[in-house]
């Protein structure tokens, strides 16, 4: 890693030990779960993380090709930590891209939380707890993480093996939303199970299946909810199914089979939140 004239910022334009590391976080779980950082790609989950101040570690800026954006420009120049210029070439690599070099990329810290800090909102609003069971696949992780986002649920849930929330994939798929919304993990759902009977309240847990108890649009969803979306390919574990108080179903049509999870946790959190709005301005469900 070389200094700049002056004693500015240090850079780093060839594929040194540094270098290495930080590609190491975008490629290899291990890797990223030891040092405990990742990467942050893209202006809205950078921008996001910095609103809701994530522990963010090192900025790395572009110090070739076009000249920065006034959007680039300002985070580096109030970024507090450490900041390395970085070739194009190596921003293209670290950026996951096949054209134009990002203007910046952020190592970040990881954040493992348990459920026991997990606190549920006031008794102003119904609790909605997303539960994702051993998701597969970054991408759909995040997706779901964005979804809970949109539609106001308290926090989301991991349990069992399942992807890393803070691979590339997830980050991106989340666009940002992966550190406004607290994601949590648990080793199983008596875990989920344990925490909801220590709340003061009562939450009904709503398992997603193809052969439910009833469709989701006929289910009262207005009270407190943990929702849970089971693994893509395998749906719900056994002790899913035997920890949930019921299971709803989506009725679809076509050729398709069923939803991916993702989606079927989209329409289920729109199903919550159009139920309880109706509550609320009086309507009929």
């Given amino acids: 890693m070389s200094r700049t ?22 490629t290899t779980r291990s890797k990223r779960t030891k040092a405990g950082r990742f990467l942050i790609q893209g202006v809205r989950p950078l921008s996001l993380a910095v609103e809701h101040d994530w522990p963010l570690e090192t900025l790395l800026y572009r110090v070739d090709g076009d000249p920065l954006s006034r959007w680039a420009k300002d985070l580096t120049a109030a970024w507090p930590g450490e900041k390395i210029g ?82 590339p994939q997830c980050v ?27 709340q003061n309240r009562h939450l009904q847990i709503v398992g997603t299946d193809e052969d439910g108890d009833a469709t989701v649009f006929d289910h009262d969803l207005r ?27 989506i009725p679809i049509g076509g050729a398709a089979s069923s939803l991916g999870a993702p989606s079927a946790g989209a329409v289920c959190l729109y199903e919550i939140t159009r139920q309880r709005s109706v509550a609320v301005t009086g309507g009929a469900r």
């Fill in 172 to 198: 991106r798929a989340s666009t940002g939303s992966l550190f406004a919304m607290p994601v949590f993990t648990a080793a199983d759902p008596g875990e989920v199970v344990a925490f909801r009977d220590r």
């Fill in 86 to 167: 970085v070739s194009g070439e190596l921003m293209t690599e670290l950026g996951e891209r096949s054209e134009a070099a990002p203007e910046l990329i952020a190592v970040a810290k990881t954040r493992t939380r348990s459920l026991s800090g997990l606190t549920l909102r006031g008794s102003e609003r119904e609790p909605l707890v997303v539960v994702f069971d051993r998701p597969s696949s970054p991408g759909n992780l995040g997706t779901l993480v964005r979804s809970a986002d949109a539609f106001g649920a308290d926090a989301v849930i991991v349990t069992g093996h399942a992807a890393d929330p803070f691979d």
């Fill in 223 to 249: 009270g407190g909810t943990i929702l849970v979306i089971g693994n893509e390919t395998r749906g719900m574990s056994a002790g899913w199914r035997r920890a949930c108080d019921v299971t709803v179903s």
């Fill in 5 to 26: 004239a002056g004693g500015g910022p240090p850079r780093v334009t060839v594929r040194n030990a540094r270098f290495q590391q930080w590609l190491s976080y975008l």
